[in-house]
Each structure stands twice: as structure tokens, then as C-alpha cells.
């Protein structure tokens, strides 16, 4: 039996964002394009479910959403950051 854990959703958009710390996706530390990028590839993955999604958007963006679907989540942190934040 193997030992290997499935990564949190913010710890790999941290990863993405190249960022130190979780706490840094909500700074100017990070990199958005490799943060959407990622946060679009895993949208379409059935790793992550949709509060855990919304959990993600909430602490990044310090906004509450209620999204359909994960894919709706990826693309409000995409038009969240084209937007300048």
C-alpha cells in the first residue's frame, strides 16, 4: 500500500504561483499566469471537489462565491487577476 497523499488545491496553486508560503497567493509574490494556468489544468481533473474549489477562491481572492462547477471557480481566479489585483 503506498504511501503517496493527494496535495492540497492552494498548496499546488502555491507551487504554480512559485510562491514561499499559501499565505503569499494573496500577494504581489506570485506569479499569475502560472497560478491560472495551473488552476485551469486542474479544473479539469476530478482531484479537487468544488468546495475545496471555493474554499481556494475565498482565501486567494477574499471574496464568498457560490460556483456550478470547478471550471467556474478556475475562471473567476483567471478574471480576478487579468483584472490587476
Same mark, same amino acid.
Given at each position: 500500500m503506498?504511501?503517496?497523499?493527494?496535495?492540497?488545491?492552494?498548496?499546488?496553486l502555491? /507551487?504554480?504561483a512559485? %510562491? #514561499?508560503?499559501? *499565505? &503569499?497567493?494573496?500577494?504581489p509574490?506570485?506569479?499569475?499566469?502560472h497560478? !491560472?494556468?495551473?488552476?485551469? =489544468?486542474? *479544473? /479539469?481533473?476530478? #482531484? @479537487?471537489?468544488? /468546495?475545496?474549489?471555493? &474554499?481556494? !477562491?475565498? @482565501?486567494i481572492t477574499g %471574496?464568498?462565491?457560490? $460556483?456550478? &462547477?470547478?471550471e =467556474?471557480?478556475?475562471? @473567476?481566479?483567471? *478574471? $480576478? $487577476?487579468?483584472?490587476?489585483s
Amino acid at each position: 500500500m503506498g504511501n503517496h497523499q493527494k496535495k492540497e488545491l492552494l498548496e499546488e496553486l502555491r /507551487k504554480a504561483a512559485h %510562491c #514561499d508560503c499559501i *499565505s &503569499d497567493l494573496r500577494g504581489p509574490e506570485r506569479s499569475v499566469a502560472h497560478l !491560472v494556468k495551473r488552476a485551469e =489544468e486542474l *479544473s /479539469k481533473t476530478g #482531484d @479537487y471537489a468544488l /468546495k475545496e474549489w471555493t &474554499d481556494a !477562491v475565498q @482565501y486567494i481572492t477574499g %471574496c464568498s462565491w457560490n $460556483f456550478h &462547477d470547478k471550471e =467556474e471557480a478556475a475562471g @473567476y481566479l483567471k *478574471s $480576478f $487577476f487579468s483584472c490587476g489585483s
